[in-house]
C-alpha cells in the first residue's frame, strides 16, 4: 500500500503566539536514508477579526496510507479537524487539478459575521501575475454548532489554465474594519 500510494502523517504541534520554525524529518528504516524540510510557520495572536484558513482541496478516498499520532499516556486524543458535515477528508499537500475537472474543497473561516462571505476567487502565477481562468463556485455553508466558525463546501474549476503551476487566493467580505481576510494554496494543473 505503501509504495503504490504513499504516506500522510498526522500529528499536532502546540505552539505559543509568535513565529516558529517546523522541521521534519522522514528516515527509511531499510536503507537509513533521510530527508528534511523546514517550514516558517507564524501563530497568531487570538482575535475576533475574520480570518480564513487556506483552501483545503479534499484528497479522493484510499490515496494515501494515512498515519496518527499516538496520545501520550494520560493525555486526550487530539479531535481530528478535517471534518465538514461530521464526515473526514484528507485535505490536499499540494492540489494537483485534471484540466477542467472540478475538484471540491473546504473553506474554514473565523469570525465572518452572518450571511453569504461573498467569497472572491483570483488565480496567480508563480510571479504573482493575475491570470484569466478558474472558477470558484460556493457549495453551501455547514453547521459547526461552534460560534464564531464557519464551513463552506466549495468547489474549483481549472477550465481556462494551461497545465502548470499557479496559486489560488481566496478573500472573503470581512465583518469589521479589518478588511477582507485573504489566504491562499499553490496548485498544480495537468492534462486530463
Do not use: M
Given at each position: 500500500?505503501?509504495?503504490?500510494?504513499?504516506?500522510?502523517?498526522?500529528?499536532?504541534?502546540?505552539?505559543?503566539?509568535?513565529?516558529?520554525?517546523?522541521?521534519?524529518?522522514?528516515?527509511?528504516?531499510?536503507?537509513?536514508?533521510?530527508?528534511?524540510?523546514?517550514?516558517?510557520?507564524?501563530?497568531?495572536?487570538?482575535?475576533?477579526?475574520?480570518?480564513?484558513?487556506?483552501?483545503?482541496?479534499?484528497?479522493?478516498?484510499?490515496?494515501?496510507?494515512?498515519?496518527?499520532?499516538?496520545?501520550?499516556?494520560?493525555?486526550?486524543?487530539?479531535?481530528?479537524?478535517?471534518?465538514?458535515?461530521?464526515?473526514?477528508?484528507?485535505?490536499?499537500?499540494?492540489?494537483?487539478l485534471f484540466g477542467a475537472r472540478s475538484a471540491k474543497?473546504?473553506?474554514?473561516?473565523?469570525?465572518?459575521?452572518?450571511?453569504?462571505?461573498?467569497?472572491?476567487?483570483?488565480?496567480?502565477?508563480?510571479?504573482?501575475?493575475?491570470?484569466?481562468?478558474?472558477?470558484?463556485?460556493?457549495?453551501?455553508?455547514?453547521?459547526?454548532?461552534?460560534?464564531?466558525?464557519?464551513?463552506?463546501?466549495?468547489?474549483?474549476?481549472?477550465?481556462?489554465?494551461?497545465?502548470?503551476?499557479?496559486?489560488?487566493?481566496?478573500?472573503?467580505?470581512?465583518?469589521?474594519?479589518?478588511?477582507?481576510?485573504?489566504?491562499?494554496?499553490?496548485?498544480?494543473?495537468?492534462?486530463?
Open positions: 500500500t505503501l509504495r503504490q500510494a504513499g504516506l500522510k502523517y498526522y500529528g499536532h504541534l502546540e505552539l505559543r503566539t509568535g513565529n516558529h520554525l517546523v522541521r521534519v524529518l522522514v528516515r527509511n528504516a531499510e536503507t537509513g536514508r533521510t530527508g528534511i524540510a523546514s517550514l516558517e510557520v507564524q501563530v497568531p495572536a487570538a482575535t475576533s477579526d475574520p480570518v480564513l484558513l487556506p483552501p483545503f482541496f479534499l484528497e479522493g478516498p484510499g490515496r494515501w496510507l494515512l498515519v496518527r499520532e499516538r496520545s501520550a499516556l494520560g493525555q486526550a486524543d487530539v479531535v481530528y479537524p478535517f471534518t465538514v458535515k461530521g464526515e473526514p477528508y484528507v485535505p490536499a499537500a499540494r492540489p494537483v474543497l473546504c473553506l474554514v473561516a473565523y469570525n465572518l459575521g452572518p450571511g453569504e462571505p461573498g467569497l472572491t476567487a483570483t488565480v496567480l502565477l508563480p510571479n504573482g501575475e493575475q491570470v484569466d481562468g478558474g472558477r470558484l463556485a460556493l457549495v453551501e455553508r455547514t453547521a459547526t454548532g461552534i460560534e464564531g466558525l464557519d464551513k463552506y463546501l466549495a468547489e474549483f474549476g481549472a477550465a481556462g489554465l494551461k497545465p502548470g503551476r499557479y496559486t489560488l487566493r481566496i478573500s472573503a467580505n470581512g465583518a469589521t474594519a479589518a478588511g477582507r481576510p485573504v489566504s491562499s494554496i499553490p496548485f498544480d494543473v495537468v492534462l486530463n
